[in-house]
């Protein structure tokens, strides 16, 4: 059974940082691309950032380039983002993801439940 578990979100001011963690099992994990999604209240899912399966590639939203850092760790089944300079329009709950390396919801068939990120201002 596919499971993705997300873990790190909180509350944090306006130019902090946090490090959100998804953790993977049941499948193998370094044969999918990986992905980070956010959906803040009232709007609809957004992709955030990408990493492929080998961790050669990247690929960001234009909203968080520069800010915002995906990654992944084969051997621990998990993947990373590591978020500063953290603004009030970031707030949402960021979802882990596996699939085809895109930007686009229905390039991933595997979901994470969740974790809630709040930026204060």
């Known amino acids: 059974q596919v499971q993705l578990v997300e873990s790190g979100g909180g509350l944090v001011q306006a130019g902090g940082s946090l490090r959100l963690s998804c953790a993977a099992s049941?499948?193998?994990?370094?044969?999918?691309?990986m992905a980070w999604f956010r959906q803040a209240p009232g709007k609809e899912r957004e992709f955030v950032a990408t990493?492929?399966?080998?961790?050669?590639?990247?690929d960001y939203a234009d909203s968080v380039k520069g800010r915002f850092t995906i990654s992944r760790d084969n051997a621990k089944s998990t993947m990373y983002l590591q978020m500063n300079s953290l603004e009030p329009e970031d707030t949402g709950v960021y979802y882990c993801?596996?699939?085809?390396?895109?930007?686009?919801?229905?390039?991933?068939?595997?979901w994470g439940q969740g974790t809630q990120v709040t930026g204060s201002s």
């Open positions: 049941g499948y193998s994990f370094s044969s999918y691309d």
């Open positions: 993801a596996a699939g085809r390396n895109g930007s686009r919801f229905k390039d991933y068939g595997y």
């Open positions: 990493i492929n399966w080998i961790a050669s590639s990247t």
